[in-house]
């Protein structure tokens, strides 16, 4: 019995003060009210950078025009295994606008909660890129 892994490319869109943008899954979705990075589901044929590229302009109306991958990581939760791949943006066009009506916000080393189980792990490793001294 192997479950299929679905691959889902986050960005983490950085400000230069450290703020990173977090946005709230809508009502519908498993997890709704969690926050969680933008991203989504890498289409067949499509490179995690160009999938990131696209959820952003779907969900966010942002042009992501840069971003490094960052970290990888396997979650299993009851409704599907994702493999999450992360980029560190910090080059981009546009103001986020929730165009799917989801809330989102920039958020500094007091990050919003819930958040999604998946990206608990990885907050104190992302302070060290937010906030190096």
Excluded: N
């Excluded at 779907?58 to 990581?73: F, N, Y």
């Excluded at 929730?98 to 809330?103: H, K, N, V």
């Amino acid at each position: 019995m192997s479950e299929k892994i679905i691959d889902v490319a986050v960005g983490v869109l950085l400000q230069p003060d450290g703020r990173a943008l977090f946005a709230q899954r809508p009502p519908g979705k498993p997890y709704a009210g969690y926050w969680e990075f933008p991203g989504g589901k890498v289409e067949a044929g499509e490179t995690v950078f160009a999938a990131l590229q696209r959820e952003f302009a779907e969900e966010l109306g942002v042009q992501v025009l840069q971003g490094a991958p960052w970290q990888t990581i396997e979650h299993s939760y009851p409704h599907a295994h994702v493999r999450l791949h992360f980029w560190l943006v910090r080059d981009w066009q546009g103001e986020p606008r929730g165009l799917e009506g989801q809330a989102f916000g920039w958020y500094g080393r007091d990050y919003p909660q819930p958040l999604l189980p998946a990206t608990i792990p990885l907050m104190s490793a992302l302070d060290l890129q937010r906030f190096a001294v």
